[in-house]
């Protein structure tokens, strides 16, 4: 789920009941009522690992787990007019088994995506796309946690950093948090710190501001 703008939030979702297809949704807020348009089908396939981001006015991206073929993570471009949603062109990520993926907007024009790559080594990973209209390109990839990885969570800061949180399954299971800093389409990264000494399942981050989460 994301907010498209303060009576307007987006979410997208596996649609088991039929066929197992992604699909997202706009909903409409007014005061405390909120109000769903038609549902729109971006994958016609099994869909998991669903993380959806606004970066334009009008526009939202959502990376995913595309079961076929091979697990891949992938991404696509929704263009909101009133409730209804129109689809972009989806491209390819990590063309590898790809788990825990969360996508956040950097700026009008570029995002990052955090996920577990399991075809290699199942290591944190992140990798910056751009967008060139109805789709996104991706780059180089940077792995953030040279150690199997779960429950990535990454979160704006500013146009050039984010924060990224996870369980950190090679440093006893603990909560872990790293800021990652882009430049062009290259990723750097600060220490690790945990936030919880002990095991952390499903980590969720938020940003408040550009220096706090």
């Known amino acids: 789920i994301d907010a498209m703008d303060s009576n307007t939030i987006v979410i997208a979702y596996g649609e088991y009941d039929y066929s197992r297809f992604g699909a997202a949704v706009i909903g409409t807020i007014s005061g405390t009522t909120v109000s769903f348009g038609s549902e729109f089908q971006f994958n016609y396939d099994i869909t998991r ?22 697990l891949h993570g992938t991404a696509v471009i929704g263009t909101v007019s009133g409730t209804n949603i129109s689809y972009g062109s989806a491209t390819t990520f990590n063309p590898a088994q790809t788990y ?6 950097l700026d009008t024009d570029k995002i990052v995506v955090t996920y577990q790559d399991y075809n290699n080594g199942r290591n944190g990973t992140a990798v910056i796309g751009q967008n060139l ?12 946690n040279a150690a199997e990885t779960k429950y990535t969570s990454a979160r704006k800061l500013t146009s050039t950093k984010f924060i990224v949180c996870f369980q950190d399954i090679g440093s006893s299971y ?11 389409t290259a ?22 501001d550009a220096t706090n989460f």
């Open 187 to 208: 990723v750097s990264y600060g220490s690790e710190f945990p936030f919880k000494t002990a095991y952390a399942d499903y980590c969720s981050a938020s940003a408040f």
């Open 133 to 144: 209209g109805s789709y996104f390109i991706f780059y180089t990839e940077y792995v953030f």
């Open 100 to 105: 825990y993926i969360s996508v956040a907007a």
């Open 49 to 70: 690992e669903i993380s959806v981001s606004k970066f334009n006015t009008d526009k939202f991206v959502i990376a995913y787990q595309k079961f076929f073929p091979s």
């Open 174 to 184: 603990y909560g872990t948090a790293m800021v990652g800093t882009v430049s062009g």
